[in-house]
């Protein structure tokens, strides 16, 4: 027998949520629609559902709006079935059932990011500490200690042990040799970057090399490190080094793809700042189609800075990109329709009701209360002296006669600011709520991070292996 389902909702929903159920025709539960007697379903609270529902109805669960506020676990106690939050926006039903998708599984990954502290030689031990407190939070696994080309770094060693004692592994990143030996001797997991003619180094301290060209594009000397490295049966990682634009980036590209070729097995490193430092666009499509060539390629190592304004959310980014481009891999599909974390501008479906359904909503209102949402056409507020319709907010305030009430005029005038943004941008407005920026802003409320798990052997294209 098929589960069935009790739907509340309010009266201004109440049509629209009729015709998202017939439009599903599901064929795994049966629904009843039940009004609970409020206007807007979205106000529904999880005391109003006790003191207004006696008993479930028969239904074997109850779905409540996605905003309905409360402990539910206590409203399902109360009816003797499971009480349930449903999507957000009852427009979301189908995918929220399952419709045409299956839930995707974010936990995963198969890259280590070493998030890079570019001007660690200018900063004292506990600003260093505290930078790699905010990475890491972000989704780094590595925290790289950038030193300065002239600049001296007398706190290397104290700076090195500092992160190693609070829980960090640490990279440190210098094309001098002595600034090497230094952190490694420190107890540093990582140099970035040795070269053919530094490998002396390698034989020294225990960290795990960077090894990269002698010279820019010089990859043979690049492989003949690695060989080197091979016949000792040491651990390292490869970096044929990826170049900026109109300065190799498409060469650099073919690189780490002849890379690959050559050398099946080997473990590779892609630092990405040349491409998201260095060009004036947002960072978040840049690190997804760069993390979907390291996906391709089977690279499990990003080197990512935050140097740049622009660039303030690269870590965060990165670490949704390779969880993205894993899920995508791993079932052999597109990577679309898996997070929205790197949309932070716009929305696959920023627009969910028309201008003629909202026109609907309006006619039904009959209370002084102000509702906004938006569609293709624009900005819609409503209550129920009328409906009025703009791009422009501030056309839209003389018909709102809020002159009295500078709180309420407060209100309307940010819910406002954020429908117009959204409009502008095609993004999704929910009244009361603040705009979704995805991986572009800290979330809220994060739960804790898994940490990345070396490979046993080193990932090969095709080859999977998760965290």
Request: negative net charge.
């Amino acid at each position: 027998m098929p589960e069935h389902i009790l739907f509340l909702t309010g009266k201004l929903a109440e049509k629209s949520l009729h015709k998202v159920l017939e439009a599903m025709q599901p064929t795994e539960f049966t629904y009843r629609v039940h009004n609970l007697g409020l206007s807007v379903a979205g106000l529904m609270t999880a005391d109003m559902i006790r003191r207004r529902l006696p008993d479930a109805m028969g239904a074997q669960r109850v779905l409540v709006p996605g905003l309905c506020a409360g402990n539910l676990e206590e409203t399902g106690r109360h009816l003797g079935v499971p009480v349930e939050r449903g999507p957000e926006d009852l427009k979301d039903l189908p995918e929220f059932f399952g419709r045409n998708r299956i839930a995707p599984d974010l936990s995963r990954y198969d890259v280590r990011i070493f998030a890079e502290i570019v001007d660690a030689p200018h900063l004292d031990v506990a600003t260093i500490l505290r930078r790699a407190a905010a990475y890491a939070a972000d989704g780094a696994d590595v925290i790289d200690l950038g030193c300065l080309p002239g600049q001296a770094f007398p706190h290397l060693e104290e700076a090195v042990a500092a992160l190693r004692e609070a829980g960090y592994r640490v990279s440190v990143d210098s094309m001098e040799p002595d600034e090497l030996l230094r952190g490694g001797k420190a107890g540093a997991d990582y140099l970035l970057s040795l070269k053919e003619s530094t490998l002396w180094v390698a034989e020294e301290v225990a960290a795990t090399p960077v090894l990269i060209p002698e010279h820019p594009a010089d990859m043979e000397s690049l492989v003949r490190a690695m060989e080197v490295l091979q016949r000792k049966n040491r651990t390292f990682i490869a970096d044929p080094i990826l170049d900026p634009i109109h300065f190799g980036f498409t060469h650099s590209i073919v690189r780490y793809h002849e890379l690959r070729h050559r050398f099946p097995e080997a473990e590779i490193m892609m630092g990405i700042g040349n491409l998201t430092e260095l060009t004036d666009a947002d960072t978040n499509g840049m690190n997804a189609l760069l993390l979907g060539i390291v996906s391709e390629l089977g690279i499990t190592n990003i080197l990512t800075t935050q140097v740049s304004p622009h660039c303030r959310s690269a870590v965060r980014e990165v670490d949704s990109a390779r969880r993205m481009m894993y899920a995508a891999r791993e079932a052999n599909s597109l990577p679309r329709g898996l997070s929205g974390d790197l949309l932070a501008l716009h929305e696959r479906k920023p627009f969910p009701y028309t201008a003629d359904e909202i026109r609907e909503f309006a006619a039904a209102i009959r209370d002084p209360s102000f509702r906004i949402q938006i569609s293709e056409q624009g900005i819609h507020i409503y209550n129920r002296d009328g409906l009025h319709t703009d791009i422009d907010p501030f056309r839209l305030f003389p018909f709102l006669h809020l002159e009295q009430d500078g709180s309420h005029a407060f209100y309307i005038g940010v819910e406002l600011a954020r429908a117009q943004i959204a409009w502008q941008l095609g993004k999704r407005y929910r009244q009361d709520q603040e705009l979704g920026w995805g991986s572009a802003v800290p979330k809220k409320d994060e739960g804790p991070r898994e940490s990345y798990q070396t490979p046993g052997p080193t990932l090969a294209p095709g080859k999977k292996e998760a965290s």
